[in-house]
């Protein structure tokens, strides 16, 4: 039988590079899809003179890093010093702000999607577009330097995502993938940036009198399965400085993390979606057709073939969880006993699937911050509950579970209203990793099935290497849809499960008393101090 060895001697594995707000990191990922060697880099965003920003040096050594760490994992594992690939895929954080002039020269240190300055040119942009533009998109910062006559505006020759300029770093090619182009700049039916809008645009830019116009500085669109470049001498100089690695190897198109999050979780067709449930949470839903009217609490992007998504994104999810269970290890240490905080999580939860259906009057806002979908600038975590309903552990339990998804289904109730339909839902991340309380909640919530996959990649890394990976060996004709769910996904394991429909009546009860205590967090904000 053929081993790992033969695959990476022979140069038919894929490498893909994800750039995360905490780390970086590389995989090797084989002609099965199975991951051969992995590696990774640490770092963190600074708030440099009030701007959320990475050094783009960091990210150089780190993608140095992270390659030198999956090259020793290869050789460890599998006795093998990599000279050749099949492919390569870079992806990183969606929008944010990348200015360059002539000569690739950074204008202004890179504006993170965290930034939240661009409240002004976001509000006049989806009025004059009418399409909602959120604040970390990249047309939103770039129009904020317009109007406010930034003096670099007028040297600008592109502008850019991260993963766009490690990829022109590594093959000289400026192109982005159909995902990572649309947290930039709105996109037509067709995947190309809408030219009304662009109209627009130019027309709100012209009095400055720049020499450009919008689309001389936008990155061209490439959609997945196509080649975006190859592996230069200069670029495999950087990745492998040690000069193992060869030149010329095919790139796939670039990719921002909301696009790999979807591969990885076999989520790209329409009525299929994934959700993130840790710090924060959110869905990506992919749609039969565009959304009828704008809707601030939804963000409009694509799927790296070009599909039109839907996302959701709230702020707090698990933090009030910790908060509870940091509490109960307190009460358990000063009555003497040693209780591990895994142990706390997994009686929690099952608590949770103890309680009454509608958490039996117990309503808790775990606002920890602010909440666009809701309207609030800051938060103030709440606990209420009846004085006839009774406080339990199982009731308050599942009032904290089912808080976590409370403002999600806000924002997913525009869905409803616009009749989208959802047939698969894959969840991932913390609050799926005790039991079957997290996947029934959501599926209560959202009304959908949910499935959690029992084997688990390697996040957005082994999602952008799988787009390498759809580059390099699809069939003539065959979609980015059926080569993941034929090829990649067909032998994967997971659990699915459908809303139950006592869940669903209780968490349809809470809803109305969390959209009531909203009104007594509002106060909490205006009266209480942080």
């Not at 989520?267 to 299929?272: D, E, G």
Request: charged share 20%; hydrophobic share 45%; glycine share 12%.
């Amino acid at each position: 039988m053929e081993t790992a060895a033969d695959i990476l001697r022979s140069g038919r594995a894929v490498l893909g590079i994800e750039l995360g707000s905490t780390r970086i990191k590389a995989v090797l990922v084989g002609p099965d899809h199975a991951v051969l060697a992995t590696g990774d880099f640490q770092w963190e965003n600074q708030l440099v003179d009030g701007v959320w920003t990475y050094d783009l040096q960091d990210a150089v050594r780190g993608l140095q890093a992270a390659y030198r760490a999956l090259k020793a994992d290869a050789a460890a594992r599998h006795g093998v010093t990599l000279t050749a690939l099949a492919g390569i895929g870079v992806s990183a954080m969606m929008h944010g702000y990348l200015a360059f002039s002539e000569g690739m020269r950074l204008l202004v240190p890179f504006r993170t999607w965290r930034n939240v300055m661009t409240g002004q040119a976001a509000e006049e942009l989806t009025q004059a577009f009418h399409f909602s533009i959120p604040q970390r998109w990249t047309v939103a910062h770039l129009y904020q330097a317009i109007l406010r006559d930034e003096p670099h505006v007028k040297d600008i020759r592109l502008v850019t995502t991260l993963a766009g300029y490690v990829h022109w770093l590594l093959t000289g090619v400026t192109d982005l993938g159909t995902g990572d182009a649309s947290g930039m700049f709105p996109l037509d039916e067709h995947g190309a940036y809408d030219p009304r809008r662009v109209e627009t645009f130019d027309g709100l830019a012209a009095p400055k009198g720049y020499p450009w116009r919008l689309m001389d500085v936008l990155p061209g669109i490439l959609e997945a399965g196509r080649e975006a470049g190859r592996l230069t001498e200069q670029g495999a100089k950087l990745l492998d400085p040690d000069g193992d690695l060869r030149a010329g190897i095919p790139f796939c198109p670039p990719e921002g993390d909301a696009g790999t999050g979807m591969v990885a979780t076999n989520a790209v067709a329409p009525r299929t979606g994934n959700l993130s449930a840790g710090t924060s949470i959110f869905a990506i839903v992919v749609l039969e057709r565009a959304l009828s009217a704008i809707h601030p609490e939804i963000d409009i992007a694509c799927t790296p073939d070009g599909k039109p998504v839907a996302i959701v994104h709230g702020s707090n999810c698990t933090t009030d969880l910790n908060s509870w269970i940091g509490l109960l290890h307190d009460f358990a240490t000063a009555a003497g006993v040693d209780i591990p905080r895994a142990k706390l999580f997994q009686v929690f939860f099952d608590e949770a699937l103890k309680g009454p259906a509608d958490a039996g009057g117990v309503t808790t806002c775990g606002y920890y911050s602010g909440e666009h979908i809701t309207g609030f600038e800051e938060g103030r975590p709440l606990l209420a509950h009846s004085p006839t309903g009774g406080l339990t552990l199982a009731s308050l339990a599942r009032s904290v579970l089912y808080s976590a998804f409370a403002t999600l289904k806000i924002g997913f109730e525009a869905l409803e209203e616009e009749r989208v339909r959802l047939d698969k839902l894959v969840g991932h991340g913390g609050l799926y990793k005790q039991g079957e309380a997290g996947q029934r909640f959501t599926a209560a919530a959202l009304g959908a099935p949910v499935t959690v996959m029992e084997t688990a990649g390697e996040g957005g890394a082994w999602g952008i290497g799988l787009l390498a990976a759809y580059m390099a060996w699809k069939a003539p004709g065959e979609t980015l849809g059926r080569y993941l769910e034929d090829r990649v996904f067909s032998g994967m394991k997971g659990r699915t499960m459908a809303p139950d429909p006592r869940d669903v009546e209780g968490f349809g009860v809470y809803m109305q008393r969390f959209k009531a205590l909203l009104e007594v967090e509002r106060a909490a904000v205006r009266h209480l101090p942080a």
